[in-house]
């Protein structure tokens, strides 16, 4: 048994390392962007299109990854992701203006698209359902150790090197995880013949690539009055159009590019397209934060990165409670208890002023963390309960891909209501002063409630074999 528990952990960690790798580069961006937007000599708000172009790279990819490792292996794709990742974010760091840096973030974003689902694909075919929460625990860790030491980080890569150290910084750590991945992974079944794999759904793959192309204009424009209506409109239809020609396309092909049929499960749906508001919440809510205090309350990168490393220790310290509440109240009402206290916490954000003391932000933050990391874990532990091995990969390209489409939305969503806020206030929509924030931070409070009625559709019963396996404490391990 100690055996078995100590290769779920290291299996765990190990295929965690590009969630580690995706979040430090978030958080580590995000307390680098004011610094940025002043050496390319541009809005900060403009940098959002970096965000942007990376999680649409990644969204357009994202469909590759399931035919991918199912053509050549998901431990070749994995290896092969990584390093693209890693490279490509080095020479993010040598780039001289915003739209070289937006060509190699959406390669970047490739990189990203293809190492995600396979981490999870990896994860289902090689730990039994029963040993799956605590394979997602330890699977969690990584991501939030990057989320504690992305604004530490890179605040000190900001103030000692400059901007692009933040994009440096991946090629030792790409190395060093590709090296791990080499060492402890297990390889891959033998390499199948070309006629034992599914033809690549070309007609799929372009409905969904114009289709979320469309509409991550759409998301980054929309809201900056910088096209006319009827210009956003027909934006509105080239993306929605392609979409649900793919949905038709894909409920009726036999072997689709993402399967939609996964979604007939009903905890998979709940916990993927019902969760999508809080989903959101968690590309807004990072993005936003180091802004207020950098931007708005006039923070040094540092000092910004100390305070918000508190929702990165939130999450960490969840880990620990994750397991001990769900045995006492179950996935539902832990899951509907989070959402509502993630909703207070941005409440709460929106109260925040510059002269609030620095132990009360960053206790604030500390429980912000807490309450999202707890819903998040909870609904990757439950969503995959009913789905079968002969569906992982189509059910872990399903998820990352609403999982990534919602970040993305998040980010263009408080970006584009922080310009909003700032034309209303008299400004131009480019400049942020602190008032801008709170009714962007009520916004998205607003937006994570309507998670609730979708969580209430959970049963009390739902993931019961789960909650009730004896943990590796509780085996003496």
């Excluded at 394979?135 to 090197?161: D, E, Q």
């Excluded at 008299?426 to 409070?445: H, K, N, Q, R, S």
Aim: contains cysteine; positive net charge; aromatic residues 8%.
């Amino acid at each position: 048994m100690g055996r078995q528990v100590r290769s779920t952990r290291v299996l765990s960690l190990v295929v965690a390392w590009p969630l580690f790798q995706n979040n430090l580069d978030t958080t580590m961006l995000g307390t680098a962007l004011p610094t940025m937007a002043a050496a390319l000599g541009t809005p900060v708000l403009h940098l959002n299109l970096a965000i942007t172009c990376y999680l649409l790279g990644l969204a357009l990819c994202l469909p590759l990854s399931g035919w991918a490792a199912d053509r050549w292996g998901a431990r070749r794709i994995f290896l092969f992701a990584v390093a693209l990742f890693s490279v490509s974010a080095g020479l993010c760091g040598v780039a001289g203006d915003l739209w070289t840096l937006v060509a190699l973030r959406l390669a970047q974003g490739a990189g990203a698209a293809l190492m995600l689902p396979a981490s999870r694909i990896l994860l289902l075919r090689h730990v039994s359902a029963g040993d799956m929460v605590e394979a997602m625990v330890w699977f969690t860790i990584p991501g939030s150790l990057a989320r504690m030491l992305g604004p530490l980080a890179g605040g000190a890569l900001v103030t000692w090197i400059g901007w692009n150290g933040v994009f440096l910084f991946h090629l030792p750590v790409g190395a060093l995880g590709l090296m791990l991945m080499w060492r402890f992974l297990p390889p891959d079944d033998e390499r199948p013949a070309p006629g034992d794999t599914a033809a690549f759904d070309g007609r799929g793959f372009f409905l969904l690539a114009l289709g979320l192309t469309c509409l991550t204009g759409l998301f980054e424009i929309g809201m900056k009055g910088l096209v006319p209506a009827w210009a956003l409109g027909l934006l509105a239809i080239l993306g929605l159009a392609p979409l649900l020609a793919y949905r038709r396309h894909a409920l009726a092909a036999p072997a689709p590019m993402i399967d939609l049929r996964v979604l007939r499960h009903r905890i998979f749906h709940i916990a993927t397209v019902g969760a999508i508001p809080l989903r959101i919440s968690i590309g807004a809510v990072p993005f936003l934060l180091p802004l207020l205090l950098q931007a708005g309350f006039g923070l040094t990168p540092m000092a910004s990165g100390l305070i918000t490393v508190a929702g990165a220790i939130g999450s960490l310290v969840s880990r620990g409670l994750l397991i001990w509440l769900l045995r006492r109240v179950g996935f539902r009402k832990l899951l509907v208890g989070a959402t509502v206290c993630s909703a207070l916490c941005c409440l709460a954000y929106s109260l925040l002023r510059a002269d609030t003391p620095v132990a009360a932000m960053f206790a604030l933050m500390l429980l912000g963390g807490v309450c999202t990391s707890l819903g998040m874990i909870a609904l990757n532990s439950l969503g995959y309960t009913e789905v079968g091995q002969e569906e992982a990969g189509h059910a872990s390209t399903t998820g990352t891909v609403v999982q990534q489409l919602s970040i993305m939305s998040g980010v263009t969503l408080a970006a584009g209501l922080l310009s909003v806020a700032s034309v209303w206030r008299g400004g131009d929509g480019d400049t942020l002063v602190a008032a801008d924030f709170p009714p962007v931070f009520i916004a998205i409070a607003l937006l994570i409630c309507f998670a609730i009625p979708s969580l209430l559709r959970l049963r009390e019963e739902d993931g019961e074999a789960m909650r009730n396996r004896p943990s590796a404490q509780d085996d003496g391990h």
